[in-house]
């Protein structure tokens, strides 16, 4: 089973710009659908953004479209979640997800293989 790190949050002005990184371990990173999920608290866990294992195929959040952008380095095991013009909104904790089955990941959170710790996303009005 790989394992997840997530990195790059922090704390940003609105309409400013932060990339996510997650890097994976322990597992054959080029077989898995990779996502991002975002969860606040007392809310439910939902989706972003997934790739599937070659990079060929993107998914988004209605949320999000148009502003964030999922692309993954199978030689570096990474998966990024390059996110422009940043809302108050888009205030949560990122998740990185893995799975062998790509639609899994964008169905998810539920079912999904692996999941990272998280990282803390803040943007202020």
């Known amino acids: 089973q790989v394992q997840l790190e997530e990195s790059g949050g922090g704390l940003v002005q609105a309409g400013g710009s932060l990339r996510l990184s997650c890097a994976a371990s322990?597992?054959?990173?080029?077989?898995?659908?990779l996502g991002w999920f975002r969860q606040n608290s007392g809310k439910e866990r939902e989706f972003v953004a997934a790739?599937?294992?070659?990079?060929?195929?993107?998914y988004y959040a209605d949320s999000v479209k148009g502003r964030f952008t999922i692309s993954r380095d199978n030689a570096k095991n990474t998966v990024y979640l390059q996110m422009n013009g940043l809302k108050p909104e888009d205030t949560a904790v990122y998740y990185c997800a893995a799975d062998y089955v790509t639609q899994r990941v964008v169905r998810g959170p539920d079912g999904i293989n692996s999941w990272g710790r998280g990282t803390q996303v803040t943007v202020s009005s």
């Open positions: 790739i599937n294992w070659s990079g060929e195929s993107t």
């Open positions: 322990g597992g054959t990173f080029s077989a898995y659908g």
